[in-house]
């Protein structure tokens, strides 16, 4: 078997106005990988609550190892109360605190994080110290770092991205994000003057850059691909964006070139747009083919 892919962070219920949908980018991210047939850990925490049972039953549903999902006595699993507009697009009211703000870096978890291909990580997780020093402790034991950025307001602080864009070896914004940052770094809003930055100043390996309607772009193994988006009835953005990363890691950690890894991970956003909720059901075989 292929070592593992580690997702770290929230696990919480998304409500939406066709109903609740179990969310969170790291747990999207994990599920899709799993639906991919892709090995991955989980590792995040919910509540010893009706929410969190459900959670957990779903995680299962999904193919999910809940193994790493740690279970807190106190606080409830983590609710998101989430707004549409009228492209499908979303914006969140997230209950706090919740039980994913006390995720743990227990050794049983470092050693996950240790052996596995890579960890996938963002900010919403370091929206309070602790939640910042777990990450920290998990980064210091993984081998290759994937931030997927998810600035969520007001979680969205400057100095929580520059640190974790320090610590990240590949790094995946959507347009909104990575004009923040480059406003942040004092460099111009496009993909080429982002990576130079990102690169001469954090050492960034990979970068990729969502652009919705316009597609997506790529710089890896010292390569740009540019790929076009795909048509789509839009339901709900939800889940797109987590799908698209799961399967471009997916594709390029089973040696695909980039190329082929952009075009799977751009066809299976658009299937997930098209369709209410974050995880949809789908063969793997239908866009791995």
């Given at each position: 078997m292929p070592d593992?892919?580690?997702?770290?962070?929230?696990?919480?219920?998304?409500?939406?106005?066709?109903?609740?949908?179990?969310?969170?980018?790291?747990?999207?991210?994990?599920?899709?990988?799993?639906?991919?047939?892709?090995?991955?850990f989980l590792v995040s925490r919910v509540g010893a609550d009706a929410h969190g049972r459900a959670a957990l039953?779903?995680?299962?549903?999904l193919g999910l190892d809940t193994a790493y999902v740690q279970i807190d006595p106190w606080l409830p699993t983590g609710i998101a109360r989430a707004a549409l507009d009228a492209k499908g697009g979303a914006s969140y009211e997230f209950l706090s605190p919740a039980a994913?703000?006390?995720?743990?870096?227990?050794?049983?978890?470092?050693?996950?994080?240790?052996?596995?291909?890579a960890t996938v990580f963002g900010t919403l997780l370091q929206?309070?110290?602790?939640?910042?020093?777990?990450?920290?402790?998990?980064?210091?034991?993984?081998?290759?770092?994937?931030?997927?950025?998810?600035?969520?307001?007001?979680h969205d602080s400057r100095e929580v991205v520059l640190a974790s864009l320090a610590r990240a070896d590949f790094v995946k914004l959507n347009e909104a994000?990575?004009?923040?940052?480059?406003?942040?770094?004092?460099?111009?809003?496009e993909p080429a003057?982002?990576?130079?930055?990102?690169?001469?100043?954090?050492?960034?390996?990979?970068?990729?850059?969502?652009r919705a309607a316009r597609g997506a772009v790529?710089?890896?193994?010292?390569?740009?691909?540019?790929?076009?988006?795909?048509?789509?009835?839009?339901?709900?953005?939800?889940?797109?964006?987590?799908?698209?990363l799961a399967m471009l890691l997916a594709e390029l950690l089973d040696g695909r070139h980039a190329r082929l890894a952009m075009e799977r991970a751009v066809r299976l956003a658009a299937f997930v747009a098209s369709q209410p909720g974050a995880v949809p059901d789908y063969a793997a075989a239908r866009f791995r083919a």
């Open positions: 593992p892919i580690v997702c770290l962070g929230e696990t919480l219920w998304d409500v939406l106005p066709s109903g609740e949908f179990l969310g969170g980018a790291p747990c999207n991210v994990a599920a899709h990988l799993a639906r991919l047939g892709v090995p991955v039953e779903r995680m299962r549903t994913w703000d006390r995720i743990e870096a227990d050794a049983r978890t470092l050693e996950c994080a240790h052996r596995a291909a929206r309070t110290a602790a939640g910042a020093g777990v990450v920290q402790r998990v980064l210091d034991a993984s081998r290759w770092r994937v931030l997927d950025l998810n600035l969520r307001a007001p994000e990575a004009r923040r940052v480059a406003d942040w770094l004092g460099v111009a809003d003057a982002l990576l130079e930055a990102l690169a001469s100043r954090y050492d960034t390996e990979s970068l990729c850059v969502t790529l710089w890896h193994d010292g390569e740009w691909i540019e790929q076009a988006a795909l048509p789509s009835a839009v339901v709900d953005t939800v889940g797109a964006g987590d799908a698209f």
